[in-house]
Each structure stands twice: as structure tokens, then as C-alpha cells.
């Protein structure tokens, strides 16, 4: 997951260097974006409706962001780290690690 949002998270920085024209006038565009995962095997339609949250999250949060969803673990589980994990929305850009 957060692999994927590294690779989208680059790809908003870039689109939104590139100036667009229209005519005389020059503009930029930007986008949001939402990444989801699951290590259950979900329906498909389960991981877009986890990733457009995660989207309007994003647009909720200022917009021209990338947000994750991490479904929540059943009960009992736990990461790697030994913690429960929530369900988890970041709102803010995926760092980008070089």
C-alpha cells in the first residue's frame, strides 16, 4: 500500500507541474487520488468503494492529495507491529521517499 501511494503520489506531484495552455492563457491542473488494499480476498467492487473514500477524503482534506484506506482487521488480529489496526484514512499526501 504505501508503495502504491509513493508511485501515485509522484505522478500528482508531476502532473501538477506540467503548465497546460489554452489559447493565450496558462494553467495547471491538479488531482487527488485514493489507494485501498485488502489482504482478505475482496470483491473488487469492495476495493473501488474503499478507494473512492479514500478519495473524497482526500477531496474533503483540501484536495490535490493521495489518501489510503486500511480496512479494519478482524477481531484478534493484529500488524505486524503487533498493534490492532483501524480502519485508516491518511490525510495528507503519501510521503514520498526517495
Not at 502504491?4 to 503520489?9: H, N, T
Not at 473514500?53 to 480496512?71: D, E, S
Amino acid at each position: 500500500l504505501k508503495e502504491a501511494a509513493r508511485i501515485i503520489d509522484e505522478l500528482r506531484e508531476r502532473f501538477a507541474g506540467l503548465a497546460q495552455q489554452h489559447g493565450a492563457h496558462s494553467f495547471r491542473v491538479t488531482f487527488s487520488g485514493g489507494v485501498a488494499c485488502s489482504e482478505q480476498r475482496a470483491q473488487m467492487d469492495e476495493l473501488i468503494g474503499a478507494a473512492d473514500h479514500a478519495l473524497y477524503q482526500a477531496k474533503r482534506a483540501g484536495r490535490n492529495q493521495i489518501c489510503t484506506f486500511v480496512p479494519p482487521l478482524q477481531p484478534g488480529e493484529h500488524t505486524d507491529a503487533g498493534e490492532p489496526q483501524r480502519d485508516q484514512t491518511d490525510t495528507g499526501a503519501a510521503p514520498a521517499s526517495g
